[in-house]
């Protein structure tokens, strides 16, 4: 019995009430079009990237930043539609839609209609603690921030953002130590979350893009970073 299979019989055996009539056989990963109606996952995990920004003085600084993360979403997944506007079936160009829209004029024409809002619509509340890695960045902060998720969720075990949800930030404040607080804004580009086991899943935020600007009037930061997550579902 494989690891994943194991740890799927321990999950149904503790826990029989949350056991579903429509679950697949043998307590294979569900897909993502399976959490119809409203979910709310936890998510936990770890980045790390890179910062650069202009000093006061017009010297710059840059360094090494880690950010570990807890983030709460309450989500409502919703039919997904896999026509476009030429009435072709098109799901699988979902997973080019947040890069451009497939190239503009293709994507706008051919990929699915709900490819471009999604079909899983919420919120995420974010707590960050980062920490520098080298001399010029802060040696501790914390951040807390709220994420509009607009998501792709359809027949796969694999989730991603759509067209709209890429080009949301996440808005929030951070309190950087020995230096005044930061109003941020955070992109996430192309997050990836597959399906483990039926309750686990993972995350990968493959281009974290952060603009912070301080509240004193000093200079912007620019953070670049990439994190991996597991999800609790």
């Known amino acids: 019995m494989t690891l994943v299979r194991a740890l799927s019989l321990a999950v149904a055996l503790l826990a029989p009430?949350?056991?579903?009539?429509?679950?697949?056989?043998?307590?294979?990963?569900?897909?993502?079009?399976?959490r119809t109606g409203w979910n709310t996952e936890l998510v936990a995990g770890h980045g790390i990237g890179l910062f650069g920004g202009r000093e006061a003085g017009g010297g710059h600084r840059s360094g090494v930043v880690g950010d570990a993360t807890i983030r709460v979403g309450v989500h409502h997944v919703g039919r997904f539609?896999?026509?476009?506007?030429?009435?072709?079936?098109a799901s699988s160009l979902a997973w080019c839609m947040p890069l451009m829209m497939c190239g503009g004029l293709p994507g706008l024409l051919m990929g699915p209609t709900s490819a471009f809002a999604g079909n899983e619509l919420g919120v995420d509340l974010a707590a960050h603690v980062f920490y520098g890695l080298g001399a010029e960045a802060p040696p501790l902060g914390f951040a807390l921030g709220v994420r509009p998720t607009f998501r792709v969720a359809r027949d796969s075990r694999f989730r991603t953002a759509s067209y709209l949800g890429s080009l949301l930030p996440e808005v929030g404040l951070a309190f950087p130590s020995a230096r005044a607080r930061e109003l941020y804004l955070e992109l996430s580009l192309y997050p990836i979350a597959w399906t483990v086991t039926r309750q686990l899943g993972v995350q990968w935020d493959v281009l974290r893009e952060r603009?912070?600007?301080?509240?004193?009037?000093?200079?912007?930061?620019?953070?670049?970073?990439?994190?991996l997550s597991l999800m609790w579902l």
């Open 17 to 34: 009430a949350a056991a579903r009539a429509d679950d697949l056989p043998g307590g294979e990963p569900r897909t993502w079009e399976e």
């Open 211 to 227: 603009l912070s600007i301080p509240l004193d009037g000093a200079p912007v930061t620019v953070t670049v970073a990439t994190s």
């Open 81 to 89: 539609h896999d026509k476009g506007l030429l009435g072709i079936r």
